[in-house]
Structures are given as structure tokens and as C-alpha cells.
């Protein structure tokens, strides 16, 4: 027995060091608080992702490390810090929020792993911070913003009023839509983070009567902000332009409150591609519910991960190599393209999108016409990388 | 500034001061009958909200959701009463902060894990779907009417048990003195657990009247926690009444202060800066009025204790 035993510990030695050549990745999201939903939609659909390839990303053994930042960036430090220092991770994958990915960003680029963002794109890290250690599968933060600025713009709504959390990506969110929109703003309306009573605000809405609403009102705050908005009466007379607010991680709970509303995004689960098809197909039979674009993008971040490892030959320790074929990757992404800016954030088409319906009659958010063909985002041209 | 305006940000403080005051009696009676510092009175919303979101989807009945939230909030308070609150009646402040804190946290996890992170659907029936037209053009939903009215409904129905009712002696008297109501052989414990069930399910019924205007998710019962504990604070710990007039305070404090800050600030400074002290200041507000009302009242609007205490 005792030798059978000493035999098969040999062997699983043996084993491990064929296998030195094991890639390590970190995947860190939020899990617990508020936030805690969005971080669930990234990772399920980071592990569709993993498992459309086999488990294996770039035909390696693949072991994933699994963190929650908590939505604190001092904890997301001590996670990563672990991460990178215990489990000697290659890659950090994931992050919803941008204060988490800022407070990351750093430590992870410092020690030579390699940090892909499938969600949070900060305007810092986009321009004069970039670095060819971080890439990101989704987009910069201003990208929705503008889209709907322009999409206000073209629709000709000449009174627009504006509405967001009081906090610096507030800030950043409707300046970004100011970008493209030229009309008038009639007022602009910041409140308290958290806060989930709107009645003040709609009652100032009412009153100033404008010929459009954008708000930026992401996560519990945006379900409450969108069904008081409809509870008022409000949804067909003045319509609702948001980002992040109204989409597939909200819509469940929004249900008909959010009928007509307009959001902006680089993906939809109706785009008709066979990457996307066989994605949302076999996700919503994995998990049970409809993939968002966090999901989306998390997908997206298995396929880049695995056609830049491939790249590269499978060779880690080249980290040049590994930049570059990061870089030249391609693999069918589910928007039906994939182009990376030279600081490493993806062109992407920006579509305007709305509650509906999918095939088999399962609310989701469906594609609407095309508002960006090929956006890059502003602050690339702050980024000395040229490649 | 519009008068239609006023009215209408008025009734929405009093909303909110309503909501606030189902949620807030209860805390303030707790403290002050036992002294005990309950932190998980915003789980106990929370439940309510939970308990009646998920039974509306099921039943499609709002009536029985309503009814069913009072009693699983009802039950889940007595629950964290045996499980941990009994444990703390004797310890100080800081012990019960920190073991009522640790049930926030528990109880928020154990619902992600239960119903997950998202948050609940909990729509209104089309019934309530239309808005109480008001002179001037302004218009005013149909559920936060009813929020207000079933609200001071209650409110009505407990002054009037805690007045005219020989109970509501008792409950009175352990709020201002409850040693010695001991010492006259009322046992306190027991009119405790009475208190606590019947604040719970207040706090339960705010959380399925709130329900449909807010996001059902976990974690949604800290912020009404605040301020709840700025009403009784302000309103004076202990007192029902106080409770009230903290309420309707805050409510109006808060809902004012965002309603009309920014605007008048505007008159007085560029606007740009009143964009950036306008919302600073309104977050503010609540606060701000809780200092003034201390500064001139140490004891709160209603104080109950005799000042030897």
C-alpha cells in the first residue's frame, strides 16, 4: 500500500513537471455588496468562456484564482497583492468598477503580470497611464456616455436634462455625453451616491419640462430611479436616455417600467454572429439567465487571452512576445469584430439599444440602429504607446 | 419657483418622512425601553421588502404581499432577539453596535445567497398606475399617495394605543423609566419582545410599501438605517412622538434640501460652483439640521427622561 502510494506520488511529480508550462490567472470582481450582481455576470461569463475552449487558454493548463475585491479598493490591493505574490498569476482578468481597476492597476503592471480589464476603462489608463501591460476587452468609460450624446443629438432633442450620481465618474458620464450633444442642457442634477428617492428630481423633471432625459444611474439607485420615473407617468412623455442603468443585469427587476428606454452598447445578445449565437445559446443554459454585456465582455477576455497565448507559442516568460501576439490576436469576438486602439482598448461599433424581446420571447436588450461605426476612444492620442 | 413645485417636493418630504417614521418608531422604542442600540432593525426592512416582493410575484396578489411582510419581518426580529439581541441587553453600546453590525452583514449575505445578487422584480398592479393630477400640470403617483396615507394611518392607530390604552401606558412608562416600572412588577423582557415584534413588523410593512419604488436587493436597509437613526436622534431617543416630528424633518430636510439647494445657490455663486456646493451641501442637509436641533435641544425635539437621568 505504503508503496503504491510512494508510486503514485512519483508519478503526479513526474506529472507536474511535464507541466511546468502551467498558465495562472486571477480573476478579480466584485462578489458581495451592492455591486455583487455585475461581478457575477463577469465571471460566468469569463467561465463560458474557459470552458468553449476546454479549460485550457492557449492550449495550456489553465488554474484560476477567484477574488473578491468587494467593491473596496484596499481590499482589492491585499487580493491582488495575493494574487500575484502567493499564486504568481500571469494574468489579472476582470474588475467591474473603475476605482477597484485604478487601485489594481499599479501593483499588477509593476510585477510584470499582465492585467486585461473586461469592464472598467478609466480615462487615466486609456491616455497618459497606459502601459503594455494592461489590456481590456470592452471599452473606455466615456464611450456609452458619448454615443448617447450623439444619439440625443441626431434625434434633434433640443432641451436635454441631466441627472447623475454625485461622484467623479458621474462627472466624467455626462461630460462624456456633452461631447457629442449640442443642444441645450436645461439643468443638470447631481445625487447623493446611494441615494435610491428620486421624487425631488422627477418633480424638477416635471417642472422644467424638457424634451429629454439622460441619466447615468448604475446599479440598486438606477432600478428605483427608472420604475419612479415610470410610476410618474413620465416614461412615454419625456424619454429616457441612460447608460449603465437600464441593460441586462437591471432589466429582470425593471420588467415593463423600462418599455421604450434607450441605452447605448458595443454588443447585444440579438447581434447575429455564430460566435454570438452559440455565446448567449449555451450561456443561458449554463447559468439561466441572459448574459449582459458585462458577461459579454468576459467572454471576450477567454477568446483574447487564448489567441494571445497561442500567439505567442504558449511561451509565459516572454513577456515582449506575449505583448505583441496580444496585440496582433484575433478570434471571433461576439460584436462580430475585434480591433484593438494603440492603447490597447478596443474600436468598437456603438449601437443604440432598448428593452425587447429575443427569439424565444425572453426579455432582453436588443440591438437598434447604429449610432458609432468604429469609435475609438478620446484619450487614446494621450497614450505615447505606438505599435 | 413654481408654488405647484413646492407642493409637490412638500409631498414628497412627507413621503419619505412617513416611510422613515414606520421604520425609526420601532428603533426608537427599542432604545428606549431596554437601551439597546439595535443596528439590525434595516435587516428587518429588508425582509419586509423581500418578503413581499417574492410572495407578489408568485401570487400576483399586492394584498397578501402587504400582509405577509408585517408577519416575516415580525418573525424574523423575534429570531435576532433570541439568536443574539437577549445576549446584549446588559452589555454596553460598542458590544451591541458590533453584534448588530455583524447581523447586517450576515443577514445581506445570506439573502445574496438565498435569492441572489440581483435585484428582485416587484412591480406595481396596473391599478396603481396612474398619477393624482394637481393644479398647475404637476402630477403626483398614485402608490406614494398611498404610502403616505396608510402611513400616517398608522401612525394614528399607534398614538392611539400608546395614549388612550392602558398597554401604551406601560410601553410609555418603560420608555421614560423602565426601572422603576420594574420595581412595580411589569416585566420589562416580556414588554420588550412586544415592542420589538411589533417595531419589526412597522419596519417590515416601510419595506413592502418601498418595495415598488425602490431597487429589492440586498443591502437595500443600511441607508434607510442612517437615516433613521438620524430621525430619532433629532426627534429625541425613546419617544414616539419624537419619532414623528424627526421624520417629517428629515424627510423634508432631505427632500427640500435637494429640490431647491442647487437653484438658490445658483443666485449667489457662478454656476459651476453651485453645481459643486449645491449637492455637497444637500447630502448635507439632514445632518445639518440634526446638529441645530442638538445644539438647541441636547435631548432631541421630545425629550422623555426626567433630567436626573
Known sequence: ???????????????????????????????????????????????????????????????????????????????????????????????????????????????????????????????????????????????????????????????????????????????????????????????????????????????????????????GPGIALVKQYFQAGLTKQIPLLSAFTVDDTSLPALGSAAEGLISASQWAADFDNPANRRFVADFRAKYGYVPSYFAAQAYDAAQFLDAGIKGAGGRLDDKAALRDALRRAQFPSVKGKWKLNTNHIPINDFYYVTPGKLADGTPAMVKGELVFADYGDEYAKDCPMRW | MEPTLLVVQFLNGIQLGTLLFLVASGLTLVFGILDVINLAHGVVYMVGAYAAASTFVRSGSLALAIAIAPVAALLVGLLLDRLVLRFLYDRNHLDQVLATFGVILFVDEAVRAIFGPAALPYPLPPAFEWSLELPGGATYPAWRLVIIVSGLVLAAILFGILHRTRAGMVVRAAATDPGMLAMLGVDIRRLFLVVLGAGSALAGFAGALAGPIVAVQPGMGDSVLILSFVVIVTGGLGSVQGALLGSFLVGLADTLGRSFLTDLLRLLLPPAAANEVGPALASMAIYLVMAIVLLIRPQGLVSLRRAAR
Request: include cysteine; aromatic fraction near 10%; charged fraction near 20%.
Open chain 1, 1 to 219: 500500500m505504503r508503496l503504491a502510494i510512494g508510486m503514485l506520488t512519483a508519478t503526479a511529480l513526474l506529472v507536474g513537471t511535464a507541466q511546468a508550462q502551467e498558465l495562472r490567472v486571477g480573476f478579480m470582481a466584485t462578489f458581495t455588496g451592492p455591486g455583487a450582481n455585475l461581478g457575477q455576470h463577469l465571471r460566468d461569463g469569463f467561465l463560458l468562456g474557459l470552458d468553449h475552449l476546454g479549460g485550457k487558454l492557449g492550449g495550456l493548463d489553465t488554474r484560476l484564482f477567484i477574488a473578491d475585491d468587494q467593491l473596496k479598493p484596499d481590499v482589492a490591493r491585499q487580493e491582488v497583492d495575493k494574487l500575484l505574490e502567493k499564486e504568481k498569476v500571469h494574468f489579472v482578468v476582470g474588475v467591474v468598477f473603475s476605482n477597484i481597476l485604478l487601485a489594481i492597476y499599479k501593483p499588477v503592471i509593476e510585477s510584470g503580470a499582465f492585467l486585461i480589464s473586461a469592464n472598467a476603462g478609466p480615462s487615466q489608463i486609456a491616455g497618459a497611464q497606459c502601459s503594455e501591460r494592461f489590456f481590456s476587452t470592452s471599452w473606455q468609460n466615456d464611450q456609452t456616455h458619448s454615443a448617447l450624446g450623439k444619439y440625443a443629438q441626431e434625434k434633434g432633442y433640443k432641451r436635454v436634462f441631466l441627472l447623475a450620481p454625485n461622484y467623479q465618474a458621474g462627472k466624467d458620464g455626462l461630460t462624456g455625453f456633452k461631447r457629442y450633444y449640442k443642444g441645450t442642457v436645461v439643468d443638470e442634477v447631481y445625487t447623493q451616491l446611494g441615494a435610491v428617492d428620486f421624487s425631488a428630481e422627477i418633480a424638477k423633471i416635471q417642472a422644467a419640462k424638457p424634451d429629454a432625459v439622460y441619466a447615468f444611474m448604475p446599479g
